[in-house]
């Protein structure tokens, strides 16, 4: 087997043997010591391929150098903000800011909906790295702060998957059903570095899903996952998209619906790092 081949299959088996077991926080009005993570699976017995330095995979007892080209993005590093939520209690959550390389400007990304005509695409974006101050409050809104971006469009507009950057084989349907109005959740391996991590989608406030569209499904680039619409959020038409990455020990796939956007399970990303670049 050519070491590009051996790499390529190879990524996703050190993606089953990754150790490290990342946290969450409760809800506290101080900072508190870090505990363990409730619900999150045990980590497997430590594996060879913990024993191979960055850059290399295992196979049957030595450590192959992977190709450049085999290689994903830089690995995401979570950071720990606050804010008060509307109780007026501090909340200590995790969150993965823009990497400073990716772009600011929201328009150099592809989305899942195009833009309307002499309309900014994203009505409100992701605010979850600014301080407390700055992040988005309002009476009608339940939380504190965006952890996603609200992309305008008109009712019925198609939602269509975008592959990830660094992403892997096909996304799969994860759940649909209510989350933030009828939604749509889905999966994909992505590749960070000489890792694979796991990350979900959340598509709110649809107007409904596409048909025939269910839980377990394979989807590739362009397929149909649903309608713009307002559900949740009556009379205010757009998408709502967040990008979570799941903690490690943790199986997405038994999680409730409710589960899926908590600290504990998943942490809230950017989408800006994860989101292909558009064509120049």
């Known amino acids: 087997m050519q070491p590009l081949t051996q790499a390529t299959a ?110 900014n695409l994203v009505v409100s974006g992701y605010d979850l790295d600014r301080p407390d101050v700055q992040q988005r409050r309002g009476t009608h809104i339940k939380a504190v702060g965006h952890g996603g971006l609200d992309l305008g469009q008109r009712r019925g507009a198609e939602v269509r998957l975008v592959a990830l950057e660094h992403q892997t084989g096909e996304a799969e349907v994860l759940f649909v059903g209510e989350v933030f109005g009828n939604s749509v959740v889905t999966r994909h391996s992505v590749r960070e570095g000489d890792r694979l991590r796991e990350y979900v989608i959340v598509y709110g406030h649809l107007e409904g899903p596409a048909p025939g569209l269910s839980r377990g499904m394979n989807l590739r680039e362009g397929s149909l996952i649903g309608f713009v619409g307002d559900s949740g959020s009556p009379g205010d038409v757009h998408l709502h998209l967040e990008v979570r990455r799941v903690r490690e020990g943790v199986n997405v796939a038994s999680l409730a619906p409710g589960e899926l956007t908590k600290n504990a399970r998943t942490v809230v990303c950017d989408p800006r790092n994860v989101m292909p670049l558009a064509s120049e």
């Open 10 to 119: 190879l990524c996703a088996a050190l993606a089953a043997l990754s150790q490290a077991a990342e946290q969450g926080r409760p809800l506290v009005s101080s900072p508190p010591a870090r505990p363990p993570v409730p619900g999150a699976a045990a980590a497997p017995p430590r594996a060879f391929a913990s024993a191979c330095p960055q850059g290399t995979l295992p196979d049957q007892g030595v450590c192959i150098p992977v190709p450049q080209g085999a290689l994903g993005g830089a690995a995401l590093e979570a950071e720990q903000n606050v804010h008060r939520d509307k109780r007026g209690a501090w909340r200590f959550y995790d969150q993965i800011p823009r990497r400073p390389e990716r772009p600011n400007d929201y328009r150099r990304y592809r989305w899942p909906v195009p833009p309307l005509p002499g309309q």
